[in-house]
């Protein structure tokens, strides 16, 4: 099985990126603000993406969110999907452009269809489009949407992401014409495993340890090729180099040294992607991103 043609993260062997929001609201988390938690400060995000741009990170990867639940206490990035990456899109160069994941079942499929191509065009050929079925019950009475049947609504969907041209009449197209970009699933979507595997173009996979990894990268392969295998890492880089790892939910507390043996026995499980998350980190967000572009990126970016 091959990937998209346009699959520009599938030309790299190992790569790191970032996930989005670039703060981190959750080391630094004070009650007495009166802001929940959960809700990042935006206020720097022009400039630390601008930051993880020139430093050489692979992908930024944007969350769909629409509504702050405090029970789950993530309000993501804050900013609408879409809007936010044509934004992105207009203050960045090189560094793609990737959402983890839109909801499909809560979003007109034409609007994304559209959506999804005019990023496409102004980023220059650099987003990945990651969708989902989405896990949070108390959204879709919100969208009228039942949740039970979103399994059914997500294919429902991508078919019309992916061929919805062929359904117009005669005359009639969608604007702007734009390349097709990637489309890679977060989960499973309330699909067989057979089937993600061979109607999407990459698996966004749940964070978890090396270990993990080696047996879904095994079921990816099986049922995907050779098609990228993405994952993510919720960091805490501290200033120590020689600290060693010590896990907690979703990731690692650790110096350089042991983030990259991490990322080094990522690759060995047969991880493709890593993107790395900093809302844990308790230094500086662009200290811990310079670091890494120092001393981690060289090992795995050549």
Do not use: C
């Not at 295998?229 to 960091?235: A, D, K, M, P, Q």
């Not at 060995?268 to 998350?277: C, F, K, M, R």
Request: aromatic share 10%.
């Amino acid at each position: 099985m091959t990937t998209n043609t346009f699959d520009k993260l599938a030309q790299h062997t190992f790569s790191v990126g970032v996930e989005l929001p670039l703060d981190n609201d959750w080391a630094h988390f004070d009650a007495t603000k009166g802001t929940p938690f959960g809700v990042p400060d935006m206020t720097e995000h022009h400039s630390r993406i601008q930051l993880a741009d020139k430093l050489g990170f692979k992908a930024a990867w944007v969350r769909d969110v629409p509504v702050y639940d405090p029970s789950f206490g993530d309000a993501a990035q804050v900013f609408e999907t879409f809007t936010y990456l044509g934004y992105l899109a207009g203050i960045t160069d090189n560094i793609l452009l990737g959402t983890a994941a839109v909801v499909l079942p809560l979003r007109p499929p034409w609007l994304v269809k559209k959506a999804a191509a005019t990023v496409q065009q102004l980023s220059n050929d650099r987003l990945i489009l990651g969708v989902a079925s989405g896990d949070r019950p108390v959204e879709y009475p919100l969208f009228d949407v039942d949740f039970d049947s979103r399994g059914d609504h997500f294919r429902q969907s991508l078919e019309i992401v992916k061929h919805g041209e062929n359904s117009l009449e005669p005359g009639m197209s969608l604007l702007p014409r734009s390349t097709t970009p990637p489309l890679y699933v977060a989960g499973l979507a309330q699909q067989s495993p057979q089937w993600v595997g061979e109607n999407m173009d990459g698996w966004l996979a749940y964070p978890g340890i090396p270990n993990e990894h080696v047996k879904r990268v095994e079921l990816w392969r099986n049922v995907a090729g050779n098609k990228p295998y993405v994952s993510f890492i919720h960091l805490n880089l501290v200033e120590d180099d020689e600290a060693p790892i010590k896990r907690h939910r979703f990731g690692v507390e650790t110096g350089v040294n042991g983030l990259i043996r991490e990322l080094n026995a990522m690759k060995e499980a047969g991880v493709d992607h890593i993107g790395l998350h900093f809302r844990r980190n308790t230094q500086p967000v662009e200290d811990a991103m310079q670091r890494i572009a120092d001393m981690v990126l060289p090992h795995f970016h050549k």
